[in-house]
């Protein structure tokens, strides 16, 4: 029982700080989503099933230097329009392959 109310509490400090990311970067975040949802869009039209990851955005959309890259969180929310899929490694050289979500229309 503990452990679940730490998730709860994880889960509820996240979305607080992706809310306040949101609020302060709305403008990139939206423009992101327009690209994510528009590349989407296309990925559709060959396969039932499109797929966006973070490095699609890094390549078509890339943050400005002054923001924090932990942004694309924010941008990927299932209130946004976004269901989470499975992982793929990152094919950015600075992310090292680490685990990045995939990512498709709710």
Known sequence: REVLNE???GIELREE?????EEKRHQWIAEARRYA???LSRRGINNPDPVVTSDDLWA???PP????PKV??????KNAGFKPLGYVPSKRKQAHAR?????TFA
């Open 7 to 9: 998730i709860a509490e």
């Open 17 to 21: 700080a992706l809310d306040l990311l």
């Open 37 to 39: 949802f528009n590349l």
């Open 60 to 62: 078509l959309c890339p």
């Open 65 to 68: 230097s002054e923001i924090n």
């Open 72 to 77: 694309m969180g924010a941008v990927f929310r």
């Open 99 to 103: 685990p990045i979500r995939e990512w």
